[in-house]
């Protein structure tokens, strides 16, 4: 039912910025709560940000508190995640899910995954 395309992935210096997008196929993107997660090598995914309906509610990982960003519009279909300062355990594949209940941090809980965006963040 709904289609989640990520971009805006890329190779960057530590401290520097990028900003990823998703891109939603429907017209009922209002709908969803969104969340960006990301997954490490070896490691488990883990939530980055998330943000309600509206856009009036986040939430962040302690991680990224302070450098990053999430933020919706829902006229274009698509959440954003603006990354800064970013470091090398910044690194990972990002993804974008869409969650049609409530805001939620349990990556167990979304319903649509987009394919994932790779940022790669060198020392």
């Known amino acids: 039912q709904v289609q989640l395309v990520e971009s805006g992935g890329g190779l960057v210096q530590a401290g520097g910025s990028l900003r990823l997008s998703c891109a939603a196929s429907?017209?009922?993107?209002?709908?969803?709560?969104m969340g960006w997660f990301r997954q490490a090598p070896g490691k488990e995914r883990e939530v980055v940000a998330t943000?309600?309906?509206?856009?009036?509610?986040?939430y962040y990982a302690d991680s990224v508190k302070g450098r990053f960003t999430i933020s919706r519009d829902n006229a274009k279909n698509t959440v954003y995640l603006r990354m800064n300062s970013l470091k090398p355990e910044d690194t990972a594949v990002y993804y974008c899910?869409?969650?049609?209940?409530?805001?939620?941090?349990?990556?167990?809980?979304?319903?649509?995954w987009g394919q994932g965006t790779q940022v790669t963040v060198s020392s």
């Open positions: 429907g017209r009922t993107f209002s709908y969803y709560a």
């Open positions: 943000i309600n309906r509206s856009g009036g509610a986040t």
């Open positions: 899910a869409a969650e049609g209940s409530i805001m939620t941090t349990d990556p167990k809980k979304y319903d649509y």
